[in-house]
């Protein structure tokens, strides 16, 4: 495969040809944030996070969906980006109940660690309170949509890694959940295998073991990695 | 079919006219206020009478006129005779009583005064005259003859170039240029393509898109049909939302009809060109009009737009190459194939070419459909054709472009109406909606009201548009309550300007602009209801910051 080579703020990167531009930044040491985008499955560009400045684009681009080109000149940390990410993630927080100090996430939170690294201290606008239920009804698993983002990590996964099929998404707007089956308890689906991927892949502590207390809730994303990567890399074969 | 047949089908049907012809409006604006019990009335007098060897009641679509519904107007040898207003069942036969020369009971009003006069039919040629219901009075009047000129006269390629040469730009709002939408799709290879007809108009206070299809959805299938053979398409969809059951029986009657007269199906015109129309049907979504989030939709996935590119004309529907317009952009193709290209062009401005339909509504007189030419202004549309403010009242602004337009105040109306003037004035053109205001009309309301639209119509997946609405819709309410001071105004322009450049689609993306645009013209009104900041005014500053938890 050709390589193509961009500048990444002002620096001369290659990267191979149809990686897209978060992937490149992210071999060249260049961290762009994101909370919707997960390795092994595909990109929807809709946490906003990742947006970058690409020069003659007249807007700007998520850098999960953008595919590289020759010549690009991309910028991902100027000051207009700083504050839309953090404003993003003000929205964020407001939107529903994210109380890090009782959460099971606490300490492995990817919105709290973005928050910090941004330096996201005040939440300026109008917190909503929304009252959201908690489903338990899993035998594993527990799902508290106080703390879910929407970021649809789960869904992706259970449909195109797992293939079941069981997440989605009702509802619009605010009113947007993710559901299993037609809006069943978990503990009732019939097509949950119990993988337990969504609850890996979850980026906030929406998606937890049961039994885990706060702070108690870390994912092991290698797992997910290697399941996507292991027909490939023919790690399913017996090898002796 | 071959073209004998055709022109066979069009004698006939004009020898088979009738002295006296009454024209009743069965559109739903008129449908809504009984025009089927005037129809029936009518008809029931022709029969009592004996004139029905003279005298023909026919079924039309849109007079325009909508808000003086339903009406009926008289035809003689050709010319109109009368137009006749608030037509109701039981004074309907004493429109047959004036024929004779006795006294109508009904209002009449002037059929050339300016609302009807300063209009220009291209669109809307044979909206209010032919038939909607059988596809030999869409003949008559010459239709399909331009898609068999196209398929037998004309390669692709050139059908394409005609669509450039016309200048035709998209009128589902954004104004894309339509031949090089067509362009695209026709070079993109694909080993199935696609075309859909976009008719999932849904801003508040638009009715024109409903209005072509119930007044002349052959026009729509016919344009649709000349696209496909110009990109080479063999299937194609009408995304029509719910709320129209007319519009979709009406579709769904004329695809029918197409198909039994060959028009529709393999071997049109007795050529290689093979062509279906389905109809899918909205479920209530607003969002479903992105032509991303309609594409997911049809094909049975949840309504939701994905970022561009890649574009539907190289990616679209299953991964197909799609060429996706409005109605009204597929309803003036086939006068473009019939009156050539040179002519479309002559017609408008520099860069707008044609003519726009717009729905007047509001605080105007005259509420209803038009159709002018490109550049007509604000102020002919709105004090000539509009007949101005109701009594009492002034006019204060003029909102286009629905959710993701702007308010465009009075001191503007001198400006033409094209994609370039209104955009600089920070609104769109949109589909063509077009709300009057007058001096009782609060901004902060209207931003208010269509920030509540946008709030309850993102889909929710992107954060800017799924949160950002809420929150701006709080910050404008708080205002309009009076509890707001001057940081929550800048936190609202602040916010508006973040939603406008980080949103995932057009939703999102313009969804701040009624609210910049007031802002832009009547700043005064946001102000006057800022409390002052002091301290001890802390009931306006609650909600303004909070520590992370």
């Given at each position: 495969m050709a390589a193509k080579t961009l500048t990444i703020n002002g620096r001369q990167i290659s990267a191979a040809e149809g990686s897209t531009v978060l992937k490149a930044a992210e071999e060249a040491g260049v961290e762009i944030p994101s909370l919707c985008h997960l390795d092994g499955v595909y990109d929807v560009g809709a946490c906003r996070l990742c947006l970058v400045e690409v020069k003659g684009a007249s807007r700007l681009l998520p850098a999960c969906t953008t595919v590289i080109s020759e010549g690009m000149e991309v910028q991902t940390g100027t000051e207009r980006l700083i504050k839309y990410r953090r404003?993003?993630?003000?929205?964020?927080?407001?939107?529903?109940?994210?109380?890090?100090?009782?959460?099971?996430?606490?300490?492995?939170?990817?919105?709290?660690?973005?928050?910090?690294?941004?330096?996201?201290?005040?939440?300026?606008?109008?917190?909503?309170?929304?009252?959201?239920?908690?489903?338990?009804?899993?035998?594993?698993?527990?799902?508290?949509?106080?703390?879910?983002?929407?970021?649809?990590?789960?869904?992706?996964?259970?449909?195109?890694?797992?293939?079941?099929?069981?997440?989605?998404?009702?509802?619009?707007?605010?009113?947007?959940?993710?559901?299993?089956?037609?809006?069943?308890?978990?503990?009732?689906?019939?097509?949950?295998?119990?993988?337990?991927?969504?609850?890996?892949?979850?980026?906030?502590?929406?998606?937890?073991?049961?039994?885990?207390?706060?702070?108690?809730?870390?994912?092991?994303?290698?797992?997910?990695?290697?399941?996507?990567?292991?027909?490939?890399?023919?790690?399913?074969?017996?090898?002796? | 079919m071959i073209l004998g047949e055709l022109n066979q089908l069009r004698d006939r049907e004009i020898q088979s006219r009738k002295k006296i012809t009454l024209r009743c409006c069965m559109a739903a604006g008129c449908v809504s206020s009984n025009s089927k019990g005037v129809f029936e009335a009518l008809q029931k007098a022709v029969a009592e009478s004996g004139l029905g060897n003279e005298v023909e009641v026919r079924g039309v679509g849109c007079m325009r006129l909508c808000c003086e519904g339903p009406l009926v107007s008289v035809n003689q040898d050709g010319a109109e005779d009368s137009l006749h207003v608030r037509v109701t069942s039981e004074n309907a036969a004493s429109i047959l009583a004036y024929l004779k020369g006795g006294k109508a009971r009904t209002t009449r009003v002037d059929a050339g005064m300016p609302f009807f006069k300063k209009q220009m039919s291209i669109v809307l040629s044979n909206s209010g005259i032919i038939d909607p219901e059988r596809i030999e009075s869409y003949i008559a009047v010459g239709g399909y003859s331009a898609l068999h000129e196209a398929l037998h006269e004309m390669t692709p390629a050139e059908v394409v170039s005609m669509m450039v040469q016309s200048g035709l730009r998209g009128r589902g709002g954004a104004g894309f240029p339509t031949g090089l939408k067509w362009d695209t799709v026709a070079k993109s290879p694909g080993v199935a393509k696609y075309v859909i007809c976009n008719a999932d108009e849904g801003d508040p206070g638009a009715f024109m898109d409903r209005s072509v299809l119930e007044s002349d959805p052959h026009r729509v299938l016919e344009g649709m049909s000349i696209a496909a053979y110009a990109v080479g398409a063999s299937q194609g969809f009408i995304y029509v939302r719910a709320e129209y059951p007319l519009a979709i029986a009406r579709l769904q009657q004329a695809i029918k009809q197409s198909k039994q007269f060959g028009l529709l199906g393999a071997g049109i015109f007795d050529s290689q060109f093979c062509f279906n129309i389905d109809i899918r049907i909205g479920a209530g979504a607003f969002v479903c009009g992105e032509e991303t989030a309609l594409m997911a939709s049809v094909e049975g996935k949840r309504g939701t737009p994905r970022p561009r590119p890649p574009f539907p004309a190289e990616s679209g529907l299953w991964g197909y190459p799609t060429l996706i317009n409005n109605v009204e952009t597929f309803a003036n193709v086939a006068p473009i194939c019939r009156h050539g290209a040179a002519w479309f062009a002559s017609i408008g401005t520099a860069r707008s070419k044609g003519t726009k339909v717009f729905a007047l509504a509001g605080k105007i007189k005259n509420t209803g459909l038009i159709e002018v030419p490109m550049g007509t202004t604000l102020r002919t549309i709105v004090e000539d054709m509009g007949g101005g403010a109701p009594e009492g009242g002034r006019i204060k602004a003029v909102q286009t472009g629905g959710p993701s337009g702007g308010c465009i105040p009075v001191e503007h109306l001198d400006t033409p109406v094209d994609y370039d003037s209104l955009s600089q004035l920070g609104s769109i053109m949109g589909s063509g909606g077009m709300i009057v205001m007058d001096d009782g009309t609060s901004m902060v309301e209207i931003a208010r009201y269509f920030m509540e639209f946008c709030m309850d119509e993102s889909c929710g997946k992107c954060i800017p548009c799924r949160a950002g609405t809420v929150q701006m819709h709080r910050l404008l309410d708080r205002i309009a309550r009076g509890q707001a001071t001057a940081a929550h105004l800048a936190r609202l322009e602040e916010l508006c300007e973040m939603v406008k450049s980080t949103s995932l689609c057009g939703l999102g993306q313009t969804a701040p602009n009624p609210t910049l645009s007031t802002l832009r013209f009547f700043r005064g009104e946001y102000e006057a209801l800022l409390q002052p900041e002091m301290p001890g005014n802390e009931e306006c500053l609650a909600g303004v910051s909070g520590q992370v938890s």
């Open positions: 404003m993003t993630l003000e929205l964020l927080f407001a939107e529903r109940n994210h109380v890090c100090s009782v959460c099971v996430a606490d300490g492995h939170c990817e919105l709290q660690t973005l928050a910090y690294s941004l330096g996201m201290d005040h939440v300026r606008f109008d917190y909503l309170f929304p009252k959201w239920d908690v489903d338990n009804t899993h035998s594993l698993f527990g799902m508290d949509h106080n703390r879910c983002i929407l970021c649809t990590r789960c869904v992706r996964v259970c449909w195109h890694i797992e293939g079941a099929g069981t997440k989605n998404v009702s509802g619009r707007g605010g009113q947007s959940k993710i559901i299993t089956d037609l809006n069943a308890a978990w503990g009732k689906s019939d097509s949950c295998t119990s993988c337990g991927k969504c609850v890996q892949s979850c980026p906030t502590g929406a998606l937890f073991y049961k039994g885990s207390t706060v702070g108690e809730m870390v994912r092991d994303r290698s797992k997910l990695e290697f399941i996507v990567n292991a027909r490939e890399k023919k790690l399913w074969v017996y090898q002796d | -």
